[in-house]
């Protein structure tokens, strides 16, 4: 990868000018948000949260500019996080929910939300695209350039719509998660069956992703009953742990926010992708074998417990 001496020029300066306008990183629900006002100086500097009713996506969009808030894409990811009950803002009527608020500086403040890892990603992207453009690379690499401009492709579709469409942390996470496998991939000069496999597994998810992504919507509801596979019976209090099915592993590293009820069920938003699930008691030990889940859509899940 080639990168000129004006280009680190610019690059530099518009760090600069970015780190002058914009505050603090600071956290609202799951993500990681800073503000950039629309003079770049008297920052916003005091955040919190109010319950309001919303009419329709433009009144949303109205009660954000009235509580200090630019409406746009980081700003309407922060609104899907911290209201899981909202499907779509599109089609949004009279509905009560939080919104962020921000007062101080030029209001409205525009939210920057996990800038960080948007920006690894389409760094990732940038790695592989600059394979699937360089000859030179073909003859380093195990994976054909066809498969490489294929990767490239996905990920672009899916960073190119960052500052238009609304997106989870979750999802960023794992779009993060293959880019980097698929960049240290690719560069690679000899790769196992194995690992020709996982790249194919991971172009999938991308597309899979992007297709989702673009569809502006949250990422679809899970919703899970944990039941005695005996008796039928419904089991309270249970951590529903999962994990995407491309990183593998038995730990219970994310869980359901709730434990299920007394019903025996909880719901949780995931990004679609393949997951293993399985349910686990209150000292992290699994209660059923791990379940492969395929997310494309809301999806009702039902786990059953051996041994109770």
């Given at each position: ?19 002058a ?5 600071q ?10 006002s ?8 005091s ?22 808030v ?13 209201n ?22 030029n209001?409205p ?6 800038q960080?890892m948007?920006?690894?990603?389409r ?7 600059n ?16 498969t490489a ?16 469409l ?25 790769l ?7 790249v194919?597994e ?6 899979t ?18 039941l ?23 730990a ?17 938003r995931?990004?679609v ?24 859509a ?11």
């Amino acid at each position: 990868m080639k990168i000129s001496c004006n280009s680190i020029i610019v690059l530099f300066f518009a760090a600069l000018i970015f780190a002058a306008g914009s505050s603090a990183a600071q956290t609202i629900g799951d993500r990681e948000v800073t503000t950039v006002s629309a003079g770049q100086a008297n920052l916003a500097d005091s955040w919190s949260t109010v319950s309001v009713t919303v009419k329709s996506e433009k009144d949303l969009r109205k009660k954000l500019e009235i509580n200090g808030v630019h409406p746009d894409a980081d700003s309407l990811s922060v609104i899907y996080s911290i209201n899981p009950q909202i499907e779509s803002t599109d089609n949004i009527k009279n509905a009560t929910i939080v919104i962020p608020t921000v007062s101080g500086g030029n209001a409205p403040a525009k939210l920057v939300v996990d800038q960080a890892m948007k920006q690894s990603i389409r760094s990732m992207g940038v790695n592989v695209k600059n394979v699937a453009n360089d000859p030179e690379s073909w003859k380093l690499s195990d994976i054909s350039p066809g498969t490489a401009t294929a990767a490239a492709a996905s990920i672009q579709s899916i960073t190119s719509s960052f500052d238009t469409l609304p997106v989870s942390r979750e999802f960023l996470e794992q779009t993060q998660s293959d880019t980097t496998k698929l960049a240290t991939l690719i560069q690679q000069n000899q790769l196992s069956a194995v690992d020709h496999s996982l790249v194919t597994e991971i172009l999938a998810d991308l597309s899979t992703k992007s297709d989702w992504y673009k569809k502006n919507q949250s990422d679809p509801l899970v919703h899970v009953k944990a039941l005695d596979s005996r008796s039928g019976k419904q089991i309270a209090l249970l951590t529903i742990c999962y994990v995407q099915a491309l990183d593998g592993g038995t730990a219970c590293a994310n869980s359901f926010e709730r434990p299920t009820s007394d019903a025996g069920t909880t719901d949780h938003r995931l990004p679609v992708a393949r997951y293993y699930m399985w349910a686990a008691d209150a000292t992290g030990q699994s209660l059923c074998p791990a379940k492969p889940v395929d997310v494309l859509a809301d999806v009702d899940v039902t786990l059953l417990l051996v041994g109770r």
